[in-house]
């Protein structure tokens, strides 16, 4: 692995060390604190879509995203989310008129809102463990996806939008998001079958995680930027970070609802 990058993988783990833990005890420890982390790191990707997309009026479009974002989180009615996450996008789209990226900027509404809001309603249908369960392997996708792909390299996954991206990437995030479920499920007890189960369903969340992955670069690569922010070391920004987390969450939660129905 090129020196510049074995950097970068030991600047993931310092900042991984430190986000990880506090994830997991948001997670662990339920409300409130699951709730006020999900509104953070909405405002934060808020904060963040308002300074990818250029406008002149990024502060007003920061709080429309966290306000559609909040009720989210804050509602307990599905009617009285989906009106608001509607009066929101319309909002933003009226008030982004004459803008160059209006279509961009009207679509961090419901990028924001659905992505952290399917995650808090996964929480609260599943509870902490499928959630954990969820998180390990969008992780591990970042994670196996990184390791392998710098190590193997191979042919490009996506060239035309991450020049870095690999089929080896991919296929070793699949198999870690495979191997970090199934080690997760058996320290849990849960039977072998269940365990195989949820190693396929991990592999395939591995792959929406990473159409996510792109469709954030799509985005930068049309606005010309690498990284969402500078927030995180090693890692870029918050989006950067939960591109394909809050990508896959709309699907995983909508699987766990018709499961368990």
Same mark, same amino acid.
Request: proline share 4%; glycine share 10%.
């Given at each position: @692995?090129?020196?510049?990058?074995?950097?970068? =993988?030991?600047?993931?783990?310092?900042?991984?060390?430190?986000? +990880?833990? +506090?994830?997991?005890?948001?997670? #662990?420890?339920?409300?409130?604190?699951?709730?006020?982390?999900?509104?953070?790191?909405?405002?934060? =990707?808020?904060?963040?879509?308002?300074?990818?997309?250029?406008?002149?009026?990024?502060?007003?479009?920061?709080?429309?995203?966290?306000?559609?974002m909040a009720s989210a989180v804050a509602l307990?009615?599905?009617?009285?989310? #989906?009106?608001?996450?509607?009066? $929101?996008?319309?909002? +933003?789209?009226?008030?982004?008129?004459?803008?160059?990226?209006?279509?961009?900027?009207?679509?961090?509404?419901?990028?924001?809102?659905? &992505?952290?809001?399917?995650?808090?309603?996964?929480?609260?249908?599943?509870?902490?463990?499928?959630?954990?369960?969820?998180?390990?392997?969008? #992780?591990?996708? /970042?994670?196996? $996806?990184?390791?392998? $792909?710098?190590?193997?390299? &191979?042919?490009?996954?996506?060239?035309?939008?991450?020049?870095?991206?690999?089929?080896?990437?991919?296929?070793?995030?699949?198999?870690?998001?495979?191997?970090?479920?199934?080690?997760?499920?058996?320290?849990?007890?849960?039977?072998?079958?269940?365990?195989?189960?949820?190693?396929? #369903?991990?592999?395939?969340?591995?792959?929406?995680?990473?159409? &996510? /992955?792109?469709v954030e670069s799509a985005i930068k690569r049309?606005?010309?930027?690498? /990284?969402?922010?500078?927030?995180?070391?090693?890692?870029?920004?918050?989006?950067?970070?939960?591109?394909?987390?809050?990508?896959?969450?709309?699907?995983?939660?909508?699987?766990?609802?018709? @499961?368990?129905?």
């Amino acid at each position: @692995m090129e020196r510049s990058k074995l950097n970068s =993988l030991l600047k993931r783990i310092v900042t991984a060390l430190i986000l +990880v833990p +506090v994830t997991i005890f948001c997670l #662990w420890a339920g409300y409130p604190y699951i709730q006020l982390f999900a509104l953070i790191t909405g405002a934060l =990707l808020a904060w963040e879509w308002a300074r990818m997309v250029p406008s002149v009026r990024g502060a007003f479009y920061a709080v429309s995203y966290t306000a559609v974002m909040a009720s989210a989180v804050a509602l307990g009615s599905w009617t009285g989310y #989906w009106i608001m996450l509607a009066g $929101g996008t319309v909002l +933003v789209w009226f008030k982004a008129r004459g803008e160059a990226h209006r279509n961009l900027l009207v679509l961090g509404v419901p990028y924001i809102s659905i &992505g952290i809001g399917s995650l808090i309603w996964l929480y609260e249908l599943a509870g902490f463990s499928l959630t954990l369960w969820y998180v390990l392997a969008v #992780w591990a996708v /970042d994670v196996g $996806g990184y390791v392998f $792909g710098c190590s193997i390299k &191979g042919p490009k996954l996506a060239p035309s939008v991450s020049p870095n991206k690999t089929w080896s990437g991919l296929l070793g995030g699949m198999f870690l998001s495979f191997a970090v479920s199934s080690a997760y499920l058996w320290g849990l007890g849960v039977p072998d079958n269940s365990i195989i189960l949820f190693g396929a #369903w991990a592999a395939a969340v591995a792959v929406v995680a990473q159409i &996510g /992955d792109l469709v954030e670069s799509a985005i930068k690569r049309r606005l010309n930027l690498k /990284d969402s922010s500078d927030l995180i070391p090693g890692h870029g920004g918050v989006f950067d970070r939960v591109d394909g987390l809050i990508f896959a969450a709309p699907f995983v939660f909508l699987f766990v609802k018709f @499961m368990l129905n």
